[in-house]
């Protein structure tokens, strides 16, 4: 009998797809400065969708983030020829007029017990494609509070060498190693 109640939940596990929720979504980076300090930014505009597959244990990611919404806090620039983050838009760094966006790929999928663990995947930047591995840190599926829709959202974090990509302009003062770090939320569809 206990088996005969199984079989049905076992069949009835199947992949399930989240839409990103752009409103809580954000991916945020830290880069040495000259030596002194961490500049910290973000991308205001990220869009996409994951897959999760708990019984089988896989899952996979989509996402497309609008390079030109990077901010670091200093659009103003006064006095300056220009300021950081239009200076970040520059081909100096982001090229957002030839590279609009980056986009992350992945289907390969750690689990540490029912949890996903890492995702790896494929980040193309400035046109350059390269294997990036993101750590999930926090991991939470639950009914949103209010709506009552299933979400799964969380943190995830990487470190990658910005020159991997062709982006060279600054280094050594302007640090190479980018800390990456995703903090996400996905509505079921």
């Known amino acids: 009998g206990a088996l005969a109640l199984a079989v049905p939940i076992a069949v009835t596990a199947a992949p399930e797809t989240y839409t990103i929720d752009p409103i809580h979504s954000f991916p945020h980076f830290a880069v040495d400065h000259l030596g002194v300090t961490t500049i910290w930014g973000r991308f205001d505009r990220m869009a996409g969708k994951f897959t999760i597959d708990r019984a089988a244990k896989k899952g996979a990611l989509d996402l497309a983030i609008e390079s030109a919404s990077v901010s670091t806090g200093d659009s103003d620039r006064g006095a300056r020829p220009r300021s950081r983050d239009n200076h970040l838009r520059s081909a100096d760094f982001f090229n957002v007029a030839e590279f609009p966006r980056m986009t992350y790929k992945a289907a390969e999928v750690t689990f540490s017990g029912d949890t996903p663990a890492a995702v790896a995947g494929q980040l193309t930047l400035l046109g350059v494609t390269r294997p990036v591995t993101l ?55």
């Open 135 to 189: 750590k999930i840190e926090r991991w939470v599926c639950k009914d949103h509070p209010f709506s009552k829709k299933p979400m799964c959202g969380g943190e995830a974090s990487a470190v990658l060498k910005r020159t991997d990509f062709g982006m060279k302009y600054g280094v050594p003062a302007v640090g190479d190693e980018i800390r990456l770090y995703v903090g996400f939320e996905g509505y079921k569809d």
